[in-house]
């Protein structure tokens, strides 16, 4: 808390009524002064030379500003403004931002929660301005205002951004702020804020190169999707903080002298990794804290003229791989050939001190700050960032292109999409020498629809380095790619099974349903005949029955699959028998609305109270997290399995949650102690004689739970188990889980997420 919260915390007062309800005793005064300060910080912050006239209409639109979200209080109880200043002040002093988007950040939510109009800020601001403000409304509407992130909605968010960066900049400072004040609101908004946070918008940060809010973004984020992860990391790091501050000044002190006695001007530091990607790095390798080596990385920044920038990183790099010995494979260099978010940067790993590989990144002053800041920060160097700027145009060109190929499946638009924001780049060759960034895992095709759709579409193979090579070959950086092409070429159904880019599988779609369309044509004809023969007439209502009977999306599919014959005369007939019998029933209603699903399926549900209401209600477990009492848990409503619980940090979550919000629903358990539920643990270590005796004595005898399998598999003196057992809740899990830790040869003991499939 700074000084100045501080003194605001103190002139506030909370009184307790005789009722027990807080009331707020407000100093007006002190809040006007506050506010006024607030406005002054975020002008000292101001990173750009500004003219008295720019100056000018900053007051004017933080007084509008002021005056427009007056009396309105965020959920914290405080002033609505102090948000539009907070995001302002992130816009300048984070992002580096110029006045225009500091105006625009302070009034990025008046036109939407306040009687300001887009007309009254082009009147006051001019044309710029309101269309940077209805940018901001439209993204706001869409995306805060539905309960779900969903496809079109996307669509439109991106395109917004594709017509002005400085529209997403100042939502990505918006989303910032609110992250950094989230603890204000429920736990249900919570999850869904963050869950949204980590899936959208903590990739677009990465990807405009805006380093150190993409990562606090990250840890936010993980720290209200699964508070115990984020707590425990963030604790174990405090802990080992002296050991390591000992251990990065001892593998400090030679290079710094080093570089001294060479005349560098230079910072040397260690810098902790995120918590939120050691806690991915746990998660994906299957490690515990203490076996991730590289908690920090150490970082060297010099001070280079423009022209010596390359050659003196790599002197560095040649001192520093003097004093420690290189690992052979890790040289990165980003400084020839920065990343397309415009990351340069040369890392090396080494072995320190006490046998420990190290990770080293060299870099000037200006690479770091672009790093950290991004695009916004390249007004400073501007000649020097000049490729950097193209590199973030031509990813702008493919947004807007991926775009413009509206796509009916877009929910999976948004995860191809999504890949393509986060992976890692690979650099190939055209057999001229023109260089193309894809994404790892890149394929020969992929490489031939970022030539040209038209070469895409007619591939036949590839000729990657001289060599023959079919489509489905994996791109290596540095091939050099030639694409061969037949005019009888079309693209088919395998191709998606391979292709990685975005802008190659929506091509391949595209392509794919004008074939299918063509096809369903002729099955519409067939079917037409195929109804008389059955003594069906060929009408709407009966092709939309049909539609439901065959459980298929669109007419279209029906039409296709007659002249595929997947559907033929036998399934017409029954499909007709279904008619006649239904007929006699009395109606039940299909395609039944949520509300009814949940009122129909209410009942016994004894464990877990669901809904607003923390009513009983039916459930199931989800087999792919398999929850058990104690997890944090929601609901997710599914058309066809009524109501199915997962826990809060299950895989799919941040999937389910960002994607369909409005099907989850509160899930709290209750009677914790009733049944035993089964969870998976899996154990690694040294074999050794009566181990596996030992494992079976602690899980039966110290906990009394009981075991339902356990297997085991031995190789080169390791061993692996699998064991599902029996437990009542996650403290009676933990509690075991640390006790089968504790067995001598044991290396890592956790949770498995499903029962079902234990890979
Ligand atoms: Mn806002």
């Known amino acids: 808390m700074n000084k100045k919260q501080e003194h605001l915390e103190q002139t506030m007062e909370t009184i307790h009524q005789k009722d027990n309800t807080p009331q707020i005793i407000i100093d007006e005064e002190a809040e006007k002064k506050e506010i006024l300060s607030r406005y002054r910080k975020l002008l000292k912050s101001i990173k750009r030379k500004i003219t008295p006239q720019e100056r000018q209409n900053i007051r004017k639109a933080f007084d509008l500003a002021v005056k427009a979200h007056a009396n309105v209080r965020r959920k914290s109880g405080e002033p609505y403004i102090y948000h539009p200043i907070a995001v302002a002040q992130i816009c300048a002093e984070e992002m580096g931002l110029g006045d225009t988007s500091i105006i625009c950040a302070l009034l990025h939510d008046t ?102 809010i993409k990562t606090e973004l990250e840890d936010l984020g993980l720290k209200y999707t699964n508070p115990e992860a984020y707590h425990e990391i963030a604790e174990k790091l405090k802990e080992t903080e ?55 990385a150490i970082r060297i920044v010099i001070d280079s003229e423009p022209d010596n920038e390359k050659s003196d990183c790599w002197e560095v790099y040649s001192i520093v791989t003097d004093i420690y010995h290189p690992f052979p494979d890790r040289l990165r260099d980003w400084i020839s050939t920065p990343k397309s978010n415009g990351y340069e940067s040369l890392h090396t790993t080494v072995m320190g001190p006490e046998g420990k590989w190290v990770e080293v990144q060299i870099r000037t002053t200006r690479m770091d700050e672009l790093a950290e800041k991004g695009y916004a920060a390249h007004w400073k160097y501007k000649e020097a960032s000049h490729e950097r700027e193209n590199k973030l145009e031509e990813w702008l060109k493919k947004v807007r292109e991926a775009l413009e190929n509206p796509d009916p499946d877009a929910l999976e638009f948004i995860d191809d999409f999504k890949l393509n924001l986060f992976s890692d780049e690979i650099y190939v060759f055209t057999p001229k020498g023109d260089m193309k960034t894809l994404p790892v895992n890149a394929t020969a095709l992929d490489f031939a629809f970022e030539v040209h759709t038209k070469v895409g579409e007619h591939a036949i193979g590839a000729k990657v380095n001289q060599k023959l090579v079919p489509l489905s070959h994996v791109l290596q950086s540095g091939d050099q790619v030639e694409i061969l092409t037949s005019a009888k070429q079309k693209p088919n159904e395998d191709w998606l099974k391979f292709v990685v880019t975005a802008r190659a599988k929506s091509k391949i779609k595209t392509a794919l349903k004008e074939q299918r369309k063509k096809v369903a044509e002729e099955g519409k004809e067939i079917l037409k005949k195929k109804l008389q023969k059955v003594d069906l007439p060929y009408e709407s209502e009966i092709i939309n029955e049909m539609v439901s009977f065959f459980k298929l999306p669109n007419v279209m599919e029906l039409y296709y699959r007659v002249a595929v014959e997947n559907i033929d005369l036998p399934d017409l007939k029954s499909f007709k028998k279904y008619k006649e019998s239904k007929r006699k029933k009395t ?26 209401k923390m009513e009983h209600l039916d459930y199931k477990l989800s087999p792919c997290c398999n929850p058990i009492p104690g997890d944090d848990v929601f609901g997710f409503i599914t058309t066809e399995e009524g109501i199915k619980i997962h826990r ?13 919000a409005y099907r989850v629903v509160k899930a709290k358990w209750i009677n914790e102690h009733l049944i035993s539920f089964l969870a998976g643990i899996k154990v690694k270590g040294i074999d050794k004689l009566g181990l596996v005796n030992e494992l079976t004595k602690v899980i039966s005898n110290e906990h009394q739970v009981n075991m339902r399998s356990i297997r085991f598999d031995t190789e080169d003196g390791l061993f692996e ?39």
């Open 587 to 612: 109606n039940i209603q299909e395609n039944e609305k949520i509300e009814t699903l949940v009122t129909r399926t209410r009942g016994k549900g004894d464990l877990l109270v669901i809904g607003d």
């Open 721 to 759: 188990g699998d064991i599902t057992v029996y437990v009542h809740d996650t403290k009676h899990l933990n509690r075991l889980i640390k006790n089968l830790k504790k067995v001598e040869g044991v290396t890592s003991v956790y949770r498995m997420d499903g029962t079902e499939n234990n890979q």
């Open 648 to 660: 809060v940090n299950c895989p799919n979550a941040i999937h389910l949650l960002s994607h369909y």
């Open 242 to 296: 002296e050991e390591r501050k000992k251990y990065i000044q001892k593998f400090i002190q030679p290079v710094k002298k080093a570089l001294e006695e060479k005349k560098f001007k230079f910072k040397i530091f260690g810098r902790p990794k995120s918590i939120y990607s050691i806690y991915n790095k746990m998660i994906k390798k299957h490690v515990s804290f203490e076996e991730i080596y590289d908690l920090f």
């Open 111 to 212: 036109v939407e929660d306040t009687d300001i109009t887009l007309q009254d800020i082009e009147k006051l601001f001019g044309k710029k301005i309101a269309s940077i403000i209805n940018g901001l409304t439209k993204i706001s509407t869409v995306l805060d205002k539905n309960q779900s992130i969903q496809a079109e909605n996307f669509r439109k968010v991106l395109l917004t951004m594709a017509e002005d960066i400085r529209v997403i900049l100042i939502k990505i400072a918006d989303r910032l702020h609110n992250m950094r004040t989230l603890e204000h609101m429920s736990r249900e908004q919570q999850i869904k804020i963050a869950s949204e946070t980590l899936f959208l918008y903590a990739p677009l940060a990465h990807r405009l190169g805006l380093n150190s």
